[in-house]
């Protein structure tokens, strides 16, 4: 039986953004980014109310549907813990349906929330493998999930034979050197929709091209940020994506052409380029404003913090 919370206990989190796949790292590779949504809950003697602010504000569901709810519910029932009512305030700052993991954030955000309820009654918090299996079971796969609860760069991965699905990950020492650039655009695209567009099977070739590259970029984000270019280099995703997303894929061709490593972030329509400590070229930038990109340099996200009226705690990658 869950022990139920008292009323007027209040707790919070705060969550990165995330760039998942990388190029060749499909499904497993992530990034988080210092792009940070904060999620504030409040225990009450009944009912539901929630408020959204800035990123999909009169846009996602006020109800138990709405994403940071159904996760607070399923790290409650985790922990053993359950609740009569709930006040949810979400403070976003993610764009949503741009490739920058604003869904795996606002799961991950609403599990850490438990941990600042947890520590309220001495119970005990999710741990970090916990949180990775939690929000990856929401995702489907653990590439944003993982980048969003470790911070940093992550290689994440589906336990082999496991049935239900189990998820891990690992976290990445991202090179001192290396600068990130995200560039947003105004549209946006659907995940599902653009995953539709993936072909069932691919090529020996690419396949095998695909597992050298994501093995070289793992040295190259840790180690030889000189290789960004080559590691990033993708055949099973990105171009079959690109008809759904025509300005994304002309700017990620024009990057490339100019020697910027750079990969869609997700699903798009985001991009992200990639340096090993160099600007980027002035007719880079002009293009993208001038086509509906706002490119703003960015550093490698923090792990998920969570808060209980007293000092934050941090997970640990």
Do not use: K
């Not at 709810?69 to 399923?74: H, Q």
């Amino acid at each position: 039986m869950n022990r139920t919370l008292p009323a007027g206990l209040r707790a919070s989190a705060v969550v990165a953004a995330s760039s998942a796949n990388l190029g060749p790292g499909f499904d497993s590779l992530g990034l988080a980014l210092s792009l940070y949504d904060e999620i504030i809950v409040e225990t009450t003697d009944s009912g539901l109310t929630i408020e959204v602010e800035g990123q999909g504000s009169g846009q996602v569901p006020l109800t138990a549907d709405h994403l940071v709810v159904r996760a607070i519910r399923r790290g409650l029932d985790s922990a053993g813990l359950s609740v009569d009512g709930l006040n949810v305030v979400c403070r976003n700052v993610i764009p949503h349906s741009r490739g920058l993991g604003s869904s795996a954030a606002a799961v991950v955000g609403g599990l850490a929330v438990v941990n600042g309820f947890a520590t309220q009654v001495d119970s005990p918090e999710l741990t970090v493998a916990q949180l990775v299996q939690l929000s990856s079971e929401f995702e489907g796969h653990p590439d944003n999930a993982a980048a969003a609860v470790l911070g940093g760069a992550v290689v994440s991965w589906t336990v082999a034979g496991s049935d239900p699905a189990r998820y891990d990950a690992a976290h990445l020492q991202l090179h001192p050197d290396i600068r990130l650039f995200p560039a947003v655009p105004e549209t946006r695209s659907s995940t599902a929709a653009t995953r539709g567009l993936l072909p069932e099977q691919v090529s020996h070739a690419d396949a095998r091209f695909n597992l050298a590259r994501t093995a070289m970029l793992v040295v190259a984000l840790t180690q030889r940020p000189d290789l960004l270019l080559e590691a990033t280099d993708d055949r099973l995703h990105q171009a079959q994506r690109a008809p759904a997303m025509p300005a994304s894929a002309e700017y990620l061709t024009l990057l490339r052409r100019s020697g910027v490593a750079a990969v869609l972030s997700g699903a798009g329509p985001a991009v992200i380029a990639l340096t090993d400590g160099s600007d980027l070229p002035p007719e880079i930038l002009e293009y993208g404003a001038a086509n509906g990109f706002t490119v703003t340099e960015m550093s490698a996200g923090d792990a998920v913090r969570w808060n209980a009226e007293t000092p934050a705690q941090t997970v640990s990658g």
